[in-house]
């Protein structure tokens, strides 16, 4: 064989002269006055190699027999590319290699999805033939990002002190609170395992075990019906820690984070990173995953209309309600009668009664409005006082505070989906403070925001024993450029206030028992104070490459309904192992 001798994005003017041996990829064959040109690739670069009838007839004719996507050993020497030939976009673009021998590896049919081309595939093709997908350069640049954003996560968590320790894939459900995926044992015929939606459980076990430090790099499994851009897999930085607060958690949250965005890109994120509770995030951005790079904070412009008559802006003031909208600058010339229109209509399917929007043109002294027959001061007022600029435009909504919050931030979000240039840089924060408790509509009961495990505010727990909706959890989220990257929690390590939370969402002894009973068996055993978070590390990798999707740094995804149509997964069983299953399958 033929081995190599360098990688195919290695070779510099200064190797001039050298014999060398590539393996690699066809990834281009040009015929250029009677010379064969090929481009050989790997995944460290692609290299230039010439055959020369004129050097070696015999070893061109067979290079003239290759085609793309052969697998060859190419022995050559490096030449120094004529000026007129260098290419500048290349790494190896100073050099060729002029073919000395050459061994053929495996031949290709012609691939269903060309290497060497950037084009639109449908994504079942792409996946089907993902390890042809996988040979692209951008991918094969974003799973080597994955692979140094694990390495860095690795060490800096290794050097803090965390051991690495697994835990279990065939388990029992787990708190997060998403359907389960099973696996049926042929041992305990009837009897079910779930796959873990995380090692929740398990990481505060270790830590009654006394591994006061702990991380993994966690496959974790939910069976949801598949919302834009999840997978049913995906990979979680797991942590937690004992004798700590949130505090120590934010800071080995912000050490990970940090150790990442510098090994795999080079950016040092500015730390501490900024805070914002909960109340403060969903005030003012509409979400608890405000992207703040934008701007457009929610205002509130209730004064404004104070004394205004108008029936349902009277009534929305005197149930305590309040009118807040946002500013879109510089886009008032963009939106026509029609685009308000629309805008009005999105606003409806967010659940708004309507939507006021006001419009001052740039040089136009009368602005636009919805509301202008019923609110012509107003207007005025709030454009005088440079609340809306010229060419800008400013969303409102009328209602009760949380529920117009809510739908404000959807249209912000869908302004800067639509409307904007995508953002450049990295925008950074915690979001601290999360309610403990939501009220569950179609359940008629409380349940945990985060999961059962999470320490309430003390001090609001005894304080608002009775109106439990106001009790905030020791919680906290990590969100970069409007993602949730990372969420996690002081943990409950008091019997007294676990048992009432459980009690508080409802769940009956038995029902605790055959959830958790052994994680609460365990807390009989001198359990430490102790906290955590997992961090998204595909989301995170994604939002390094810039990639929108977590497809393209997943190195085999799912489809949106969770199959995958390479592999044909998920698939029948035989017969045979039905039987051995014991399981009738009912269609
Ligand atoms: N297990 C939690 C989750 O997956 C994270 C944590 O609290 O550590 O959301």
Redesign the pocket.
Known sequence: MLKRTNNCGELRKKDAGKEIILNGWIDRIRDLGGIKFILLRDRYGKTQVFFDPNENNELYERAVTLGIEYTVAIKGIVKERPAEAVNSDMETGEIEILAKDLEIFSKSETPPIYVNREEDIAETTRLKYRYLDLRKERLQRNLFIRHKAMQATRKYLSENNFMEIETPYLTKSTP?GARDFVVPSRIKSGNFYALP??P?IFKQLLMVSGFDRYFQIAR?FRDEDFRADRQPEFT?I???ASFVEMEDILNFGEGVVKAVFQETIGYIPETPFKRMTYAYATDTYGSDKPDTRYGMELKDITEYFKDNCTDFIAEVIKNGGCIKGFEVKNKASLFSRKKFDEYTDLAKSFGAAGLMWIAKDKDKAEPRSSIKKIAQKEINEIINDGIIEEDSIFFALSGERKVINKILGQLRNTVIREETEKAKGFDISWITDFPMFAWDEEENRLVAE??PFTMPKIDEFEKYADDPLRINGQCYDLVINGYEMA???VRIHRQDIQKKVFEMIGLSEEQINSKFGFLIEAFKYGPPPHA???LGMDRLVAVITGEDSIKEVIAFPKTATGSDPMSDAPSVLDEKQLKELKIDVKN
Do not use: N, P
């Open positions: 997060e939606q995380s929740q974790c979680q797991d942590i937690e985060h999961h969420s996690g929690s955590g978070m997992a």
